[in-house]
């Protein structure tokens, strides 16, 4: 669900708005219900398929980013810039631009000084979500890490699971919003290695952090009698 939402809205809306437009002008021209439906199942098979494809291609192309750059392969600004190449903006994002652009033509810009700045604008939203994934999806790896070696470590026996909990640890001084109201009641939970945490302000759950988008929470080991 997290990453989820990185890929899909600006492209499912898009193609829901043309699916609309199009249904649209084939009732105007009079074409008959029963054909009307089924054009409209047809296009919402393709807008499936079209998000699935665009969705699986992206996260393949970020996860490569994000391996190579936990292999010190890549630089975070080199991360950074390869997954502007590959991402677009959110609805929200575009929205912003375009709502820019109006402000500007309010305040008498035109020509080429209207898209220079227009464009600057774009691209300072496309690296802020840039950013934003690649320090989310660094944050999933290197936790997800964490707890495979955590678990393999039970399995040889090295860590016995009766005496073994993982204390859920906020971070303050990492982030001035955090920690966030989702996290903060969280804030010292105790689970057993493979039970998930929940967070009592909305019921959302995960096992490590992250739990959300720029959530800079931790997870420690805490030993306990059986």
């Given at each position: 669900h997290l990453r989820g939402q990185y890929f899909l809205d600006s492209i499912a809306d898009s193609v829901r708005e043309y699916q609309r437009a199009m249904a649209e002008a084939q009732r105007h021209a009079g074409r008959d219900r029963a054909a009307l439906e089924r054009d409209i199942a047809a296009r919402e098979t393709a807008l499936a398929n079209l998000v699935r494809e665009v969705a699986d291609s992206t996260r393949l192309a970020i996860r490569d980013v994000i391996?190579?750059?936990m292999a010190a392969e890549l630089s975070t600004q080199e991360r950074v810039r390869r997954i502007e190449s590959v991402v677009g903006l959110t609805r929200r994002q575009a929205l912003a631009?375009?709502?820019y652009r109006a402000l500007l033509l309010e305040q008498g810009y035109e020509g080429d000084g209207l898209e220079r700045r227009v464009a600057d604008?774009?691209?300072?939203?496309?690296?802020?979500?840039?950013?934003?994934?690649?320090?989310?999806e660094s944050n999933i790896a290197a936790h997800a890490g964490q707890d495979a070696v955590w678990q393999?470590?039970?399995?040889?026996?090295?860590?016995?699971r009766q005496r073994t909990m993982r204390r859920w640890i906020t971070q303050p001084p990492l982030n001035a919003d955090n920690p966030c109201p989702i996290c903060a009641p969280m804030n010292g939970q105790l689970r057993?290695?493979?039970?998930?945490?929940?967070?009592s302000y909305n019921g959302a759950t995960a096992e490590y952090p992250p739990l959300h988008v720029s959530c800079f929470c931790a997870v420690g080991l805490e030993f306990v009698e059986p």
């Open positions: 391996e190579r750059g631009v375009d709502n604008y774009h691209a300072r939203a496309l690296r802020q979500r840039a950013q934003l994934i690649s320090q989310t393999e470590a039970a399995r040889s026996g090295l860590l016995d057993r290695m493979g039970e998930a945490f929940e967070s």
